[in-house]
């Protein structure tokens, strides 16, 4: 990697980091700097680290909870952009190579204007098209990891820049070998999307309804992601700077899952709580474990949407699983929402929730 130019800004006193995330809240920022290429990032994040100082990485900020206390450190803004086609045809598909500063939902908008698909279910998720295999984003039947064919990442310990095939990449539900360490920085993504017109087959009730159609159709790629953004609308996980409901971290809370021996005992303890003849949502997950479903626990567990108007932080009046800023909310606000809804979960069904975003400067 080359040594150029990148924008340092001077931040005044007032510029948090509740400028840079969805959630809006977090601390002031000491020093930010913005990287606009890759060589740019690597440059950055090799000078905090010469420094022995610490490093905030900033994409969309859609997945960060981040403490009130100022941020030590430098926080550096990954802005870089560009979408490499490096192959388009029908038996091989389309291998494209997108920067990890590139707009996540711009990238599913272009897919479906081009015709390639395998990612139209995840329209209208926000933040970074790097962020998405750390996380192994996932929506309405897909994720995608199923279209990622490397990440290459600038690996903080060795030094260097790194190639991981998908395989290396240890995809998991909302998990991949990059979360929960600071080691890698994504630099950029290379996708094998299908080169197609229809989509893939219809897996939820509430999309297929939305498109008048029976589970397992498929239809135009541009439709899928229509009704996929319609429905998210209706549960405000898209974002509206006039609309409180979206000024979240999207879901906040993974769908739990749990081995045979837990999902049993939740079974148990659904039956105490509410008779009989209801049952926990279950869907398949790996061998002898069951997912169930963080939102359906929520609600059951006494937390009503909106629950905790009129704020400073509260349930989405759309969506038990997302915690809102309602305008004047702090990270500590967020915080002990988020405490009341996982203890209150606990209490009533004995399973703990794990929050999705990444947590900075701050914990449950």
């Known amino acids: 990697m ?11 006193p007032a510029t948090t980091l509740a400028e840079l995330t969805t959630l809006r809240v977090g601390g002031a920022v000491d020093r930010l700097v913005t990287a606009t290429t890759t060589d740019e990032l690597v440059d950055a994040v090799r000078e905090v680290d010469d420094a022995d100082e610490p490093l905030l990485l900033v994409a969309g900020g859609s997945n960060l909870l981040v403490g009130d206390d100022p941020v030590p450190g430098t926080v550096v803004r990954v802005a870089t952009s ?65 279209t990622v064919a490397q990440v290459r990442v600038w690996d903080r310990m060795m030094q260097q820049v790194r190639t991981f095939a998908n395989a290396d990449c240890r995809f998991g539900y909302r998990s991949s ?6 080691r890698y920085v994504v630099l950029d993504v290379l996708f094998q999307l299908r080169v197609a017109t229809l989509a893939e087959p219809v897996r939820y009730a509430d999309l297929a309804k939305g498109l008048g ?13 229509e009704a996929v953004l319609e429905q998210r609308r209706r549960r405000g996980m898209v974002l509206d700077d006039a609309d409180p409901d979206t000024w979240s971290a999207g879901s906040f809370f993974t769908n739990p899952v749990l081995d045979d021996a837990a999902f049993e005992a ?99």
């Open 2 to 12: 080359s040594v150029t130019s990148r924008s340092v800004e001077p931040v005044a």
């Open 82 to 146: 560009g979408i490499e086609v490096e192959s388009d045809d029908r038996c091989g598909g389309a291998n494209v190579r997108v920067a990890a500063g590139e707009s996540w939902d711009g990238l599913v908008e272009r897919a479906v204007a081009e015709g390639w698909a395998g990612i139209e279910s995840l329209s209208g998720i926000p933040g970074s098209t790097g962020a998405t295999p750390v996380q192994n984003v996932g929506a309405y039947g897909q994720e995608v990891s199923t």
């Open 177 to 182: 070998h990059f979360k929960g360490t600071s």
């Open 213 to 225: 159609v029976e589970l397992g159709a498929r239809v135009p790629l541009a439709a899928a992601r």
């Open 266 to 364: 939740l079974t148990r303890r659904v039956a105490e709580r509410l008779g009989g003849d209801v049952a926990a949502p279950s869907y398949p997950a790996t061998p002898g474990h069951v997912k169930t479903s963080a939102a359906w626990l929520i609600e059951r567990a006494g937390f009503a949407r909106g629950h905790g108007l009129p704020g400073p932080a509260s349930l989405s009046t759309k969506h038990t699983l997302a915690l809102t800023n309602r305008g004047s909310a702090r990270a500590a606000d967020v915080v002990a929402l988020a405490r009341e809804v996982r203890d209150g979960v606990h209490d009533a069904f004995g399973v703990t929730l794990e929050p999705e975003p990444v947590l900075v400067g701050v914990t449950l």
